[in-house]
């Protein structure tokens, strides 16, 4: 058999990690949840979720991909014993198939801004017209078409795919370590400027100030799902970039760099985002359209700002293209394994999949949008089912398999190579995988699913 490829650095696993973990999760997705949800409420068990569950399912992600060097499905079975575990490695397969055909379509969307901002078609209103209007129109127009953002989405994996094809090592690695640090860059710039705003402080109150009225089962299960997400857990992400992990890494500091490094992200993407918000007098609760039809008029309205309106789509592109990446990355390293096809006609085959379901849910927002259920639609439902169901599902199964039929001693075992020996810290981590991870998210879905309002 051929030798596995491996990341041949730190920092390029690190590059890699942090970039499949800081994506539309963090710079899209977090802030709408956080806007929509109640702002501070949702970010303090956000923040709780992140260092009790997210960071202890990193490293075992890690290491059980490590140990088993196999793709995301196998992974389970092996480290399990049996190979009915192999089922909750294929749910984390489906969960990020289904996720890389909407994830495809915002890559889309935020490719269409970045290029009209850059032609400036994007600030051409008329004289007098009212903005909201305006942008209301320019995103209805980009997301009911159907050949528009598919062509744009199509742009975006087709540039994520050339990084695949050329594997971990020259491709994943290599570009990850360009575009991680171009991303930073961009990023202090954009969040310098956002600190002048007069909304600055009414943004930090808006995130930062605890309010614990909003607090539900729903909004629990929702901060602890985009937890997930935006960390790249229960979904074989990590599991597939810990196979090619080797033995002389130190897994529990990469594991706690890629958390702090996403997590400041995205709470600096609040930052970000909101104080232009609340500077021009707009709803934090827009929803998914905040960064397309809220942000452009603030743009709009500074100086500057088709210059700082570029900037940060080219922002989101980067992030969002390192995680397309990993998304892609964890089927086409499970097709490779099942197949024995090369990695370029896996990789395009992947695409192929991915785009076809790209295409369905483009057009569920477009011409197919009447085929609606309770007021979502078909990415609405897929974000919504894979956010607070599948992902936290994926998650117990993942802390009871290593915290009970694994077993701690073995992972422990798994984490000490390339590391030091474990520390008491370590080990009350550790714990959080038996007995707090597992009995905590099974009493959310259930209340969730039973509709208890608290
Ligand atoms: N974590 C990524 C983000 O925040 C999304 C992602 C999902 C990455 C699934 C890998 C796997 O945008």
């Not at 890690?62 to 140990?67: C, H, S, T, V």
């Not at 994007?122 to 953002?149: E, R, W």
């Not at 994943?172 to 961009?186: G, N, Q």
């Not at 714990?431 to 099974?442: C, D, E």
């Amino acid at each position: 058999m051929k030798k596995r490829d491996t990341f041949s650095t730190k920092i390029g696993i690190i590059a890699a990690s942090a970039g499949s973990a800081i994506g539309l999760g963090n710079i899209w997705k977090f802030p709408y949840m956080a806007g929509i949800n109640g702002g501070s409420a949702f970010i303090f068990i956000y923040i709780i979720a992140i260092v009790l569950m997210g960071y202890p399912l990193i490293y075992t992600e890690f290491a059980m991909g490590r140990r088993a060097k196999s793709n995301a499905v196998d992974t389970f079975g092996i480290i399990g014993g049996r190979k009915i575990w192999n089922f909750a490695g294929f749910l984390a397969v489906l969960t990020v198939f289904l996720i890389a055909t909407f994830y495809m379509m915002i890559t889309g969307w935020v490719i269409y801004y970045f290029y009209n901002s850059l032609t400036g078609q994007l600030y051409n209103i008329a004289q007098g017209a009212d903005s909201i209007t305006y942008y209301k129109d320019i995103f209805a127009h980009l997301s009911t078409s159907f050949a528009l953002p598919l062509i744009f989405s199509i742009i975006g994996i087709y540039i994520t795919a050339l990084i695949n094809s050329m594997g971990i090592k020259e491709g994943i690695e290599k570009y990850s370590k360009i575009m991680m640090p171009l991303l930073v860059v961009i990023f202090i710039v954009l969040i310098g400027y956002s600190m002048t705003l007069p909304g600055f402080n009414d943004s930090m109150a808006f995130l930062f100030k605890p309010n614990f009225s909003s607090i539900s089962p729903a909004v629990i299960i929702g901060a602890i799902g985009q937890a997930f997400f935006s960390l790249s857990l229960g979904m074989g992400a990590l599991i597939t970039y810990g196979s090619y992990i080797s033995k002389t890494e130190n897994i529990r500091t990469i594991a706690w760099q890629v958390t702090v490094a996403d997590t400041i992200i995205a709470l600096f993407s609040g930052l970000l985002i909101f104080p232009a918000v609340f500077t021009y007098d707009l709803a934090p609760s827009a929803g998914p359209s905040l960064i397309f039809i809220s942000l452009p008029q603030v743009f709009l309205k500074m100086p500057g700002g088709r210059l700082f309106s570029t900037l940060f789509f080219l922002l989101v592109i980067v992030a969002a293209i390192t995680s397309l990446v990993s998304i892609l990355e964890i089927i086409i390293t499970y097709v490779i394994e099942k197949t024995k096809w090369s990695r370029k006609f896996s990789t395009w085959a992947v695409v192929f999949a991915v785009t076809v379901g790209g295409a369905i849910n483009i057009a569920g927002e477009g011409p197919w949008s009447y085929l609606q259920l309770a007021g979502r639609s078909i990415f609405g439902w897929l974000d919504y089912l894979t956010n607070n169901i599948t992902i936290p599902l994926v998650a117990v199964l993942t802390a009871i398999l290593s915290g009970w039929v694994w077993g701690i001693a073995s992972l422990n075992e798994e984490l000490e190579v390339g590391g030091t020996p474990s520390t008491s810290s370590d080990r009350y981590f550790n714990l959080l995988l038996k007995w707090v991870i597992p009995p905590v998210i099974i009493i959310l879905m259930i209340a969730l699913l039973l509709g208890i309002q608290a």
